[in-house]
């Protein structure tokens, strides 16, 4: 999610904080800015758009014109792109600016009191109360003052800041989110990402969380969040440039697949309060009991998550819910009015379909409500109200984190709703919220049978064509599944409910075919495994996911893939991971060009 670089030494430093932030680029982001000291005081240059924007301003970076600031490249989370949202934010008096990583959840509370204490706001961002309230707490101390705002911040968060009063110094604090100190020879850096400076250093400090780190020209020296001082290990990074943008990962897909559970976890934590699901989203409880029909409309893998919604929609609320193609729903002459809730979801939202489709929704008077990452996007900005998926940009053309974080703020509305409509009990709601909150553990375990899928592709990477089949939420996943396949390794792919086997697909399964069998749920496990004998019967070879308390099925299935259990109605988010590796390592093998699959584009903005 964004980018951070700061610099403090001897040489000119905004040209040093515009290379770096390029070398950021790729993270994806909105707008992008610099803090500079300039000798008489804090100077901020920054500007909506690509970093060419900044880089014009500052006249390719000849101002401002110093040897200590901060830059910063933006993705929208609180408050649409604009200059005046645009990172570094500053206090009123401008003595401090600050660059922030993150969400911090508690910034309303926070800003309601200061505004009750005088302090004025100029931007919709989150990270202008961090600079209002460290200029709040200043004390002429800037680890004192620190350890104090560490304290009253709630959220993930990476921050570098300046103050007027120091000019020789950059304040480094993070939780939950990547932060580090690259350490040169009378020069000293931070990043987001050690891609920023390995230009300038490779020897780093990695900051933890919780930790304050002063960094000055002469050295740096860190702190816990009471203020004691810390010794760091000093690391030796030994990435080339390209290696180090994708964290260490050959590409940025599989780099987004191992993000998920920090990815689902940003989703659902600012969203959970003491065990009560709260969204942002100006929807009341009569609002909710007066629709009597949903529609889910969406394209791709933003599809295929409203599949896996629509069953779950159903389940909970035990409303009508219609799951539609967005290419399609302006064309059907839908059945919708003002008792119908209509679903758009897209991650860039910007998808010309899908944007098609919600303004087919709103003139036929339905409620409009947006699932999309990128804050200020069209559809966010059409809709009646937007949930943000707060995914950060995925890079890779082919989505993973972004499926994952739809479907996890899917479930939380479905909780939601389930709940003002009295259609779930007190326990059942609280049962729910639990398994929503326990995702992100449970999708950091399924990381690990990565291996497995390995061995699995090795053995099919040369197939033609491969089936895909399972029942209800396992059919939804198996739906993604099949894409992912076919999106980077160009290979046929296909998946079905599983009581349609016998209605013509199965006329071509033949020795050696490869089927994965989906088959998580329990109430129709026997189901499944009664196709997976229909299959095997016809000679293909099977591998099954199933969860890890289920009973053993190796006499059907060559390859088994355990994933943790879960509750039923949102095992989408762990079956799903065995596929996206598969898809993975089967284009690997294949020597496909795994991040840009050919004809291919990540936001799809023409019909």
């Known amino acids: 999610m964004c980018g951070i670089v700061g610099y403090v030494g001897s040489r000119p430093v905004t040209p040093i904080l515009l290379d770096g932030l390029g070398k950021l680029e790729y993270r994806g982001y909105d707008s992008a800015g610099v803090a500079v000291w300039n000798g008489d005081r804090i100077e901020v240059e920054k500007a909506k758009g690509r970093l060419s924007v900044l880089r014009e301003n500052t006249c390719g970076g000849v101002h401002p014109v110093g040897c200590i600031g901060?830059?910063?490249?933006?993705?929208?989370?609180h408050g649409k792109p604009s200059d005046i949202n645009s990172h570094p934010q500053t206090s009123g008096t401008g003595r401090t600016a600050v660059v922030h990583n993150g969400i911090i959840e508690n910034y309303y509370e926070l800003r309601q009191y200061l505004i009750s204490q005088g302090v004025q706001f100029v931007s919709d961002t989150d990270t202008e109360v961090v600079a209002q309230l460290f200029e709040y707490y200043y004390n002429g101390d800037l680890l004192a003052t620190a350890t104090r705002v560490v304290g009253v911040l709630e959220g993930s968060y990476a921050l570098g800041i300046l103050n007027a009063d120091h000019p020789d110094t950059m304040v480094a604090l993070r939780r939950d989110a990547p932060l580090l100190v690259g350490v040169g020879e009378g020069e000293n850096f931070i990043a987001s990402d050690v891609a920023a400076i390995l230009k300038y250093t490779r020897?780093?400090?990695?900051?933890?969380?919780?930790?304050?780190?002063?960094?000055?020209?002469?050295?740096?020296?860190?702190?816990?969040?009471?203020?004691?001082?810390?010794?760091?290990?000093?690391?030796?990074?030994?990435?080339?440039?390209?290696?180090?943008?994708?964290?260490?990962?050959?590409?940025?897909?599989?780099?987004?697949i191992m993000e998920q559970p920090e990815a689902v976890r940003a989703t659902i934590s600012p969203r959970i309060k003491n065990g009560r699901v709260e969204l942002e989203i100006p929807l009341s409880d009569e609002d909710i009991r007066k629709f009597d029909k949903i529609y889910i409309a969406a394209c791709g893998s933003a599809y295929y998550v409203g599949v896996a919604a629509g069953y779950l929609l159903e389940e909970l609320l035990r409303v009508p819910t219609t799951v539609q193609l967005a290419s399609e729903f302006r064309y059907q002459n839908p059945i919708v009015d003002e008792k119908t809730l209509v679903i758009i979801i897209s991650q860039s939202g910007e998808t010309a379909d899908s944007r098609a489709a919600l303004r087919e929704?709103?003139?036929?008077?339905?409620?409009?409500?947006?699932?999309?990452?990128?804050?200020?996007?069209?559809?966010?900005?059409?809709?009646?109200?937007?949930?943000?998926?707060?995914?950060?940009?995925?890079?890779?053309?082919?989505?993973?984190?972004?499926?994952?974080?739809?479907?996890?703020?899917?479930?939380?509305l479905a909780i939601k709703m389930a709940d003002a409509r009295r259609s779930i009990t007190d326990e059942r709601y609280a049962e729910l919220v639990r398994a929503v909150e326990a995702l992100p553990t449970l999708i950091e375990r399924a990381l690990g049978i990565k291996e497995q899928v390995q061995q699995l592709a090795a053995k099919w990477f040369s197939a033609e064509h491969v089936f895909f089949i399972g029942r209800n939420t396992d059919y939804a996943v198996t739906l993604e599944g099949a894409l992912k396949l076919k999106e980077l390794s160009y290979t046929m792919s296909e998946a079905y409910a599983?009581?349609?086997?016998?209605?013509?697909?199965?006329?071509?399964?033949?020795?050696?075919?490869?089927?994965?069998a989906v088959m998580t749920g329990a109430r129709l496990f026997d189901k499944t495994l009664s196709n997976v004998k229909e299959v095997l019967a016809r000679g293909a070879s099977i591998a099954a996911i199933v969860g890890e308390s289920a009973r053993d099925i190796s006499t059907e299935a060559d390859c088994i893939l355990r994933v943790p259990d879960c509750e039923p109605l949102f095992s989408a988010s762990l079956s799903v991971i065995p596929l996206q590796f598969l898809a993975y390592y089967i284009a690997s093998l294949k020597g496909c060009d795994i991040d840009k699959p050919r004809n291919l584009a990540k936001s799809v903005t023409v019909e």
């Open 498 to 516: 599983g009581g349609e086997l016998k209605h013509g697909p199965i006329s071509l399964i033949e020795d050696g075919t490869p089927v994965m």
């Open 70 to 77: 901060i830059g910063h490249t933006r993705w929208a989370t």
């Open 361 to 412: 929704a709103k003139s036929r008077g339905a409620t409009t409500l947006a699932v999309v990452n990128v804050v200020g996007s069209s559809i966010a900005r059409e809709a009646d109200m937007s949930l943000y998926t707060w995914a950060g940009p995925e890079i890779s053309v082919a989505t993973t984190k972004a499926y994952s974080t739809q479907l996890a703020a899917l479930y939380l």
């Open 203 to 256: 020897d780093v400090y990695y900051i933890d969380d919780k930790e304050i780190a002063l960094v000055r020209k002469q050295g740096v020296e860190v702190y816990d969040q009471y203020g004691r001082k810390v010794d760091k290990e000093l690391r030796h990074v030994d990435w080339d440039v390209q290696a180090a943008e994708k964290g260490g990962y050959e590409h940025f897909f599989l780099k987004e």
